[in-house]
């Protein structure tokens, strides 16, 4: 089953399929964190407003936001 | 038009190469570091454009400042200053030394270029009886591999892919897995259970206020309150003692003018700063080194975002609404220059306490029963038109809004009291040294003026101007007011009531006081406001920041008086609003005139003042444009 970002709930435990249709600068700083094809990602939480994310990708947390991160495509874990 | 960057080890044939594809006759030879500099031209392949950059070589990506020469910098810099999307490296590799040449080209791999590898000096190899499996290679590096004769059909071919060095990751990884062994940590277990508070889904917004709020008491309260003693006794030393000293030694009157009470209320002025700024950098610094800066960003960024601006822009408008001074210097935490500088433009908007010291007073006189509304109709006045300056430059910008945000959250920090303090006094001194130069400037500039009259002769000439926002003749002392506001927005009432007890009864009723009030709230910043904008980002943006404001405060006032006064003469009324819209259609315009001469980069616009680095910045190859091959 795929999933987008927006569906990741926190708990999840989920692994990168495919960076979709993203700007590359983009890109390029989600790979100095750590996030390339195949990773798997725990989702921690998400912020009190619903965005950002809170995600912790081989011992790095970080927080993204969800409508940056929206063409990412995810499976379970 | 993309992007070429020509890149490899010295003397492995760049310009060589330049020169076959531009027609160009650049020194060539045979030894490394012919090419000291950087040339640009714009060349065609089959009717396409290119911009082609030859550059210095270089054998790593590493560099450290002392060693590393300046040709060999300048090329470190261009790659690092180019954009991703539109440029494209051809990495030119010296075929009998393929070992050397793919130490460069594997770190290149890493930046996520895309990437052509251009195999030359095929001879030399060949000589040294040299085959190089080019498709082995391409594979290994996800990047095509060709002979310097394929290089314009590689570019016309196809997409060229981005080169993405993932398998990095998968070596570090395996590496970790290795050599690392991992007892439980307790700051991992502190920092979860820290989040699990502060990042709460019903907390952690209160909590955040909580934090800002105590950071806005301490900075703006406590360091506030401390602010009359550092006056008194600076107006003590600097004003008073220094006065008496030049009578001391009988210097002319108007010289003592000039020093003690231009230059030395100058020094003074930027001491009443030190308290409310050492304790802000102080509390800001524990919050960053902390690490509750990022959860900060975490839990606002959502509310941030409809203004265009990062979370952490909340740090420096709130402590705009104490003091613009350190508001502006706050919002150097912000990662992107483009958030700190657009941060920076809508800070002097963020009602600061001095302005409430003339509000309070105002309101006082002609609204008795519904001050706080009027108070609070200024405030939200003020943030309105910092969302309205966000959000033009924003539709003028032709680049991507916000910066993406991919933060780390660290774990939790126990901070270091003397590295804060250590922060804190660097912070302070670079304040003093360098806003503070042209704040005493400015006051001597202005005591001298108003040594001669010559301060009350300028507003009474220039009191016309402000008839249509109902300031009449008889009112110039109101004018008076407002340049001496420029120095400190709290000395207005000072002056005011210096000049004339009963200067309320030259205002035109409650309409013509709000009219002002509006004015005060939004004209220019003052000094020391002016002198940090212009430390943390260019003159020419501290002239924008000045342009702007007057105008909409002039703008404003206008605006509300005539439609205030509407039916009493509609005539003029309407004039003057028609006169009103033409003047902020024209400025509006010629702001997006300006920013599309820079390629919609508006923050490269402000940083340009005709310098020769503008070129660079946001020219390219102008010089070269047009001179198509």
């Known amino acids: 089953m795929i999933l987008n970002t927006s569906e990741l709930k926190p708990g999840d435990r989920v692994r990168l399929i495919s960076f979709g249709d993203i700007a590359l600068t983009y890109r390029q700083k989600l790979l100095a964190f750590g996030l390339t094809q195949g990773v798997t990602v725990s989702i921690i939480r998400r912020a009190p407003l619903g965005c950002p994310i809170q995600i912790l990708v081989r011992g790095i947390s970080l927080m993204l936001r969800e409508n940056e991160a929206k063409n990412l495509q995810w499976e379970y874990a | ?91 030119i590799i010296d075929s009998s030394q393929l070992e050397r040449d793919l130490y460069l080209t594997l770190q290149l791999c890493a930046l996520g270029f895309p990437m052509i590898v251009v195999l030359n ?44 060095l993932e398998d990095l990751w998968d070596t570090a990884h395996a590496l970790t897995v290795q050599v690392q062994q991992q007892q439980p940590l307790k700051n991992v277990v502190i920092t979860e259970t820290l989040d699990k508070l502060f990042l709460n889904r019903l907390l952690g917004l209160p909590i955040f206020f909580l934090m800002m709020y105590t950071l806005f008491f ?81 839990v606002i960024d959502r509310v941030m975002r409809f203004l265009g601006l990062p979370g952490k822009s909340f740090v420096p408008m709130i402590i705009g609404f104490g003091c613009n001074v350190p508001g502006v210097m706050a919002a150097r935490t912000l990662e992107s220059r483009r958030d700190q500088f657009l941060t920076i433009l809508m800070t002097p908007f963020m009602s600061c306490s001095a302005r409430l010291t003339i509000y309070a007073v105002f309101v006082a006189a002609f609204f008795p029963h519904s001050g706080e509304n009027i108070i609070f109709s200024l405030y939200l006045l003020g943030i309105l038109m910092a969302v309205f300056t966000g959000f033009l430059l924003k539709s003028f910008a032709s680049q991507e809004t916000i910066s993406p945000l991919l933060l780390e959250l660290p774990a939790y920090q126990r901070p270091s009291v003397f590295q804060l303090l250590k922060e804190t006094y660097s912070r302070l001194h670079g304040f003093i040294l360098r806003s503070g130069r042209m704040i005493v400037i400015v006051c001597a500039i202005l005591s001298i003026l108003n040594a001669f009259s010559i301060l ?45 007890p009963h200067f309320m009864s030259h ?123």
């Not at chain 2, 900075?219 to 008194?232: C, D, K, N, T």
């Not at chain 2, 035109?508 to 430390?535: E, H, N, R």
């Open chain 2, 218 to 298: 301490l900075a703006i309260h406590v360091g506030g309150s401390l602010q009359p003693m550092f006056e008194r006794f600076s107006t003590l030393v600097f004003v008073e003692g220094f006065a008496a000293t030049l009578r001391a030694i009988s210097m002319p009157e108007i010289l003592i003018n000039a020093l003690a009470y231009g230059v030395g209320r100058g020094v003074s002025v930027i001491m009443t700063f030190v308290p409310v700024i050492a304790i802000l950098f102080f509390c800001l610094s524990l919050l960053e080194s902390s690490g509750y800066m990022t959860r900060a960003a975490f």
């Open chain 2, 507 to 629: 205002f035109d009723g409650p309409i013509g006081a709000y009219a002002y009030l509006l004015f005060i709230l939004l004209y220019i910043p003052c000094v020391s406001t002016m002198a940090v904008i212009k430390q943390e980002t260019s003159r020419r943006l501290m002239w924008f920041s000045i342009g702007w404001s007057l105008l909409l405060a002039y703008s404003v006032a206008v605006v509300f008086y005539q439609l205030a006064t509407f039916d009493q003469h509609i005539l003029q009324s309407s004039t003057w609003l028609v006169i009103i819209l033409l003047m902020n259609a024209l400025t509006i315009y010629s702001i997006k005139l300006n920013i599309r001469r820079h390629q919609g980069d508006w923050v490269s616009a402000a940083l340009c003042g005709g310098q020769k680095s503008c070129v660079t910045a946001c020219g390219g190859c102008q010089v070269t444009r047009g001179n198509f091959q």
């Open chain 2, 1 to 91: 038009m993309r992007r070429l960057l020509l890149l490899g080890s010295p003397n492995c044939g760049k310009t060589t190469l330049f020169n076959k594809l531009t027609g160009n006759k650049e020194r060539v030879g045979n030894w490394p570091g012919v090419t000291v500099e950087s040339k640009t031209k714009c060349i065609k392949i089959e009717n396409l454009p290119y911009e082609l950059t030859d550059l210095p070589g270089i054998y790593t990506l590493a560099s450290d400042t002392e060693n590393t020469s300046q040709d060999q910098s300048l090329t470190l810099d261009i790659l690092q200053q180019a954009n991703i999307e539109n440029t494209t490296i051809l990495n």
């Open chain 2, 456 to 500: 009350s002769w300028l507003a009474q000439s220039i009191t016309p101007l402000f008839s249509p926002m109902g300031i009449t003749q008889n009112n110039w002392l109101a004018v008076v007011g407002l340049m001496t506001g420029m120095l400190a927005k709290e000395v207005v009432i000072g002056t005011l009531s210096s000049l004339d």
């Open chain 2, 121 to 164: 000096k095929k001879d030399c190899a060949e000589k040294q009886k040299i085959v190089i499996n080019k498709g082995e290679l391409s594979k290994a590096l996800g990047c095509p591999v060709i002979e310097l004769e394929y290089l314009k059909q590689a570019l016309l071919k196809q997409e060229i892919p981005h080169v993405f």
